[in-house]
């Protein structure tokens, strides 16, 4: 009798609903301001935003940002200011995913997207230079072979930098004080970030609001369903067998 007390728990939780994800086949949606692996931005007309100020590389804690700017050639502008990042490289063996670097941006040139499951078999791999960095023609992040996308997580890429730009002050907050992005156009503000306005159903519901819908969104989405009903039919199944233990 004693022995099998010892295995009570064993057994009730053989019966519990299972909240294993199915790693790395499935991913969780993660919360829109995580901070994983970055991009550079462009204007709405396909110009950068980078504009080589290196403000980015000063405050990085990790000195893991290289830039270098240069003129914008007068008859092919890069970017609209007078110069643009020239070079533009991440060392992501030294990142630490702060953030710091979205902040210091002036043009919201530097921001990240939510993946963080990328690893590399050498260290080149592991420098992110512009080519990796800059998105693409319909602004979203070009996807390197040893990094696992699964659905839209570059759907929100500068949500941090959006939450963050009110720095604090109510004044500001759900005022919208930063530009278009390719392919997303002017990005909507997150509310609820102050005391005063915090409101914790609401906030959730802006955030889920502001979250984009996208055909890759719809296609995982479908993709779960069909997994989850494959799981309830082999549950079902497997009850009565597992009924037999207790
Ligand atoms: S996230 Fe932090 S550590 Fe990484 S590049 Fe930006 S400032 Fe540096
Ligand atoms: S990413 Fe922003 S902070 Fe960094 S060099 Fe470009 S414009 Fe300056």
């Not at 100020?53 to 007068?74: F, H, Q, S, T, W």
């Not at 941090?160 to 002050?169: D, E, F, K, L, V």
């Amino acid at each position: 009798m004693g022995a099998l007390s010892g295995f009570r728990i064993t057994i009730q939780q053989m019966f519990r609903p299972r909240l294993t994800t199915e790693f790395p086949k499935e991913k969780q949606d993660k919360p829109p301001r995580v901070h994983g692996r970055h991009v550079l931005n462009r204007y709405e007309d396909g110009m950068e935003k980078c504009i080589g100020c290196e403000l980015c590389a000063g405050v990085c804690p990790a000195r893991c940002i290289y830039v270098r700017g240069a003129d914008n050639p007068p008859d092919a502008p890069v970017s609209p200011g007078e110069r643009y990042g020239f070079v533009y490289e991440i060392n992501y063996l030294r990142c630490i995913h702060c953030d710091m670097c979205v902040e210091a941006c002036p043009t919201e040139a530097i921001t990240e997207t939510k993946l963080f499951e990328f690893s590399f078999v050498d260290r080149e791999d592991a420098i992110y230079t512009k080519r990796e960095l800059l998105v693409d023609d319909d602004g979203r992040a070009r996807r390197q072979p040893w990094e696992l996308w699964l659905g839209g997580e570059d759907d929100e890429t500068s949500a941090w930098m959006r939450a963050t730009a009110p720095s604090g002050n109510a004044a500001y907050e759900g005022k919208v004080a930063w530009s278009g992005e390719l392919g997303f156009g002017v990005r909507a503000p997150e509310l609820g970030q102050t005391a005063a306005s915090w409101d914790e159903g609401k906030a959730v519901e802006d955030l889920q609001t502001v979250r984009l819908e996208s055909p890759e969104h719809d296609e995982r989405d479908r993709a779960r369903e069909a997994h989850a009903d494959t799981e309830d039919d082999t549950d079902d199944g497997a009850h009565p067998a597992g009924g037999g233990h207790g």
